[in-house]
């Protein structure tokens, strides 16, 4: 993939970097209640649904306006019973973060904290489940993006299932570019958003969710802006979105579907993903770095380097050296060690690894920093 306009690579979980086509669908403008504009609406639902893997009309697809975390707080208000109780599932800053939005909702929920980079076990799951009778939804992220973790969806989802409980999942950094089928696995409420696996650029997320659960949450926003149902109402009835729709962002994403599509769907975008991850972490390792997580959990989305000991090694000068390079990266988000982040999604493939592990080796040289013989001492691969 040839970045011929010099921009930067962002190597985030998201914004990242996004194709020619992709931007070019952003120089038209559009009029937000036009009937040309609310049928690209209405064919991004479709298209999410059948994504998916959502079946029949059980499911409804609600674009919400904002980052992420605002899809991620309108879908738990509306499906979080007010008299219920949550379990949140956490290994990381965004299930940190659904707690926190359940604070500040007034809603009842407890935690299974499995600190910086272990994943919940099923298990687990199903012990808290079974103490604790009140609880009545549980909340998963998929991607831990702080880690780079991919927790054991299928597992969970079925251990929720067979309690007679709510899931939630956070699938934002995952959905498009890790397969989740709705058909196959029992999960009631899925929440992503247009600047990750599909990529688009930000301004919207998404909340996937059956349509019985979707209804019972009328009434229950805490936000006029963040109620879901009402949104859902609205667009149902009118094709429009309630208020102002990041227009340039939505048919951008509609270009970003079709692009989606071309490369295989789901199973093809992984794949691409996937070899990204393999090259970046057999050079890194090559290199002298160690991961966080052991390979079973390394996901195809981020992956987390433990940063080195080595005196002369300092993040912001790294950070700077591979800008210089075209290239950004990501700092750590752990509590308890020093790291940082690579991303392996958008526009990316192997040809533009093997050109940031170069840069990465002339960012070292120029800091005087000699990893492989000294990483072997301080970590073990991890």
């Not at 040839?2 to 970097?17: A, D, F, M, R, V």
């Not at 909702?105 to 604790?132: I, N, S, W």
Request: glycine share 8%.
């Amino acid at each position: 993939m040839i970045n011929s306009i010099k921009e930067p690579y962002l190597l985030t979980p998201g914004p990242l970097t996004t194709s020619h086509a992709t931007k070019a669908a952003m120089l038209r403008d559009w009029g937000s209640w036009d009937d040309d504009f609310n049928q690209v609406t209405a064919d991004i639902r479709r298209q999410l649904l059948a994504m998916a893997e959502a079946g029949s009309s059980d499911y409804a697809c609600v674009p919400m306006q904002g980052s992420g975390t605002f899809a991620v707080e309108s879908a738990l208000a509306c499906a979080t019973d007010p008299n219920g109780k949550v379990l949140v599932l956490m290994n990381g800053a965004y299930g940190k973060r659904a707690a926190q939005l359940l604070h500040m909702m007034g809603r009842r929920y407890v935690t299974l904290d499995k600190g910086d980079y272990l994943p919940p076990h099923p298990d687990e799951v199903a012990a808290l489940l079974e103490q604790d009778p009140e609880i009545t939804l549980v909340f998963l992220v998929h991607c831990e993006t702080s880690s780079g973790i991919l927790n054991p969806l299928e597992a969970i989802a079925e251990v929720v299932h067979a309690h007679g409980k709510t899931l939630v999942v956070d699938a934002m950094s995952s959905f498009g570019g890790v397969p989740i089928s709705l058909a196959k696995t029992p999960i009631d409420v899925l929440v992503s958003s247009a600047n990750k696996c599909i990529e688009g650029v930000p301004g919207f997320g998404f909340v996937i969710l059956r349509q019985a659960l979707l209804e019972a949450g009328k009434g229950r926003a805490h936000s006029l802006s963040l109620d879901l149902y009402a949104q859902w109402e609205y667009m149902e009835r009118t094709g429009q979105w309630r208020f102002t729709p990041p227009t340039h962002t939505v048919v951008a994403f509609q270009a970003a579907l079709a692009q989606h599509r071309e490369e295989g769907g789901v199973p093809g975008r992984c794949a691409r993903y996937t070899r990204n991850r393999d090259a970046l972490v057999n050079g890194m390792r090559s290199l002298g770095f160690s991961t966080l997580l052991e390979d079973e959990w390394l996901s195809p989305i981020i992956t987390t380097f433990l940063s080195p000991t080595y005196p002369a090694f300092e993040f912001n000068a790294f950070y700077a050296a591979l800008k210089a390079r075209g290239f950004l990266i990501y700092p750590g988000k752990l509590t308890e060690v020093e790291s940082f982040r690579i991303g392996c999604i958008g526009q990316l493939d192997t040809t533009v690894i093997a050109e940031l592990l170069s840069a990465i080796q002339e960012a070292l040289a120029d800091m005087d920093v000699s990893l492989i013989a000294d990483l072997s001492s301080q970590f073990g691969s991890a």
